[in-house]
């Protein structure tokens, strides 16, 4: 078996940092010798669950059945869904990497899954975890962890798969927005012993010049980077030519009818603009006054 694929002989230590939840501030960020783990759950010993559950719980994922012999038995396609826990300043999200479908494998009775995963995943960097398994009408689901995984593109909230239903106007498959849709709790997280919800963002587009795109690449920020180059950050549901993905943490409400009510509040929404309402159906543009719960990304 590869040496790469750990059963029992594991660093506890480097597997469980309590910074783990972190995009940014995983452990290992010093050693990628490990980069390419497929390491089953089972191994993984009680004291280090109990401590990970008190800092977030992913109730989905630790629900999933998992019995790596009863894997090694299944022939077929799998389907393989790749998460990652990222985070957005204190803000805790699931995102799954997607390029509008999902990938597969087909398994062999004589095939090592840990091994066919690993080679499926080769190209995405991170350390990779197979975390449990899901039967759906009729197909085998595998979830894989990715940790270490610092990059942007092609990592999609449920938002994007749900409601948008596509990524900088790339659609989605349909059965790929209808399993998303029917197990959208894969999404949830818990803030560890307090049983609140971690908050799910709205992803929003916008388009900037070609000049600012690596002033955003750089800082996440958009503002004075827009046409009118003022403080308001403008922000509204994708359209075509968009080159920036706004992630937002932000709660629905009511249309605004005037720019003053952002005196009381951190952003509003409101009806398009006149002159654009001639162009396409009347659309809501989310306007923020700044960037405090909004995280900005190229495409």
């Known amino acids: 078996m590869l040496h790469a694929i750990i059963y029992y002989n594991m660093n506890y230590n480097r597997l469980f940092n309590t910074n783990y939840v972190s995009d940014n501030s995983d452990d290992d960020n010093n050693d990628n010798s490990d980069n390419d783990d497929i390491r089953p759950l089972c191994d993984v010993p009680s004291t280090h669950t ?41 803000n805790n999200v699931v995102e799954f990497h997607l390029n509008g479908d999902f990938l597969s494998v087909e398994l062999k009775s ?69 399993f998303f849709t029917r197990n959208s709790e894969v999404s949830s997280l818990i803030k560890g012993s307090s049983s609140l919800p971690c908050s799910k ?28 180059k003022g403080t308001l950050i403008k922000l509204r549901k994708f359209k075509e030519d968009d080159n920036i993905r706004t992630v937002c943490f932000i709660e629905d409400r009511e249309f605004s009818n005037s720019y003053s009510n952002l005196m009381n509040n951190e952003y509003v929404i409101m009806p398009r603009e006149q002159e654009e309402q001639e162009e396409q159906e009347e659309e809501p543009i989310w306007i923020f006054k700044n960037e405090r719960n909004i995280f900005s990304y190229v495409k």
Not at 61 to 82: A, H, M
Not at 127 to 152: A, C, M, P, S, W
Not at 203 to 228: A, F, G, K, P, S
């Open 201 to 228: 963002p709205v992803i929003l587009y916008t388009n900037i010049d070609e000049q600012y795109i690596e002033h955003v690449r750089r800082t996440r920020n958009i503002q004075y980077c827009q046409r009118e």
């Open 110 to 178: 004589a095939d090592d899954i840990l091994r066919l995963i690993q080679s499926t995943l080769q190209e995405l960097p991170g350390v990779k975890r197979l975390k449990g398994n899901l039967y759906y009408e009729g197909i085998h689901y595998l979830f894989v962890q990715v940790r270490d995984n610092h990059e942007t593109t092609s990592w999609l909230t449920i938002w994007d798969i749900i409601v948008n239903k596509q990524y900088f106007g790339k659609k989605l498959n349909k059965y790929v927005v209808d």
């Open 50 to 90: 109990t401590l990970l559950s008190d800092i977030i719980q992913h109730p989905y994922i630790d629900n999933l059945p998992f019995n790596i012999k009863e894997l090694t038995s299944c022939v077929g396609q799998q389907r393989i869904i790749v998460y990652r826990i990222n985070k957005y300043g204190e």
